[in-house]
């Protein structure tokens, strides 16, 4: 993928990945609306975007990540939507970068959740006091870092021609 396929891929699947983040801050759910969004997103622009074998091979990282995801969403480590839009963002990544893409998530998850709990606890939290994000327990809205890191992961392919 060429830095300009990955900068026109950024400015599609951005707005759907603020969606996300703002939706599961909100409500604690990932909208089905928003990752068919991304999976059409990957349809039309990817196929217009890559190589037809390219685009082609990557659709084997949705249904993959989709099983792998459900194993944790079975086990309470995830929600639904999480795992659904996890995998409709699986697509995007060329398979050589998931070792990145996994330090990117685990980075981002680090950094959300330790600026979600912060933010709980200080004056901030009154200006989004309906977030429902604050009062769920132990549970965090994973939405967040699975959106910035297919968001940032596109920004450094983007970069990096």
Known sequence: MTAADATLLLLAVLPI???VAWSDLAFM?????????????????GLVLLPPDVWAWRWINLPVTLLLSLGLYATGQMGAGD???????????????????????SGTMLLCWALHRIAGRTPLRRLVPGWRSWSVGNRFPLGVPLALTLALYLLLVAMGD
């Open 83 to 105: 795992a659904k839009f996890l995998a409709a963002a699986a697509p995007f990544v060329w398979w050589g970068d998931w070792p990145l893409v996994c330090l990117l998530l």
């Open 29 to 45: 759910l990932i909208p089905n609306a928003a990752v068919a969004a991304l999976v059409l997103i990957y349809l039309c622009l």
């Open 17 to 19: 990945c603020l969606w």
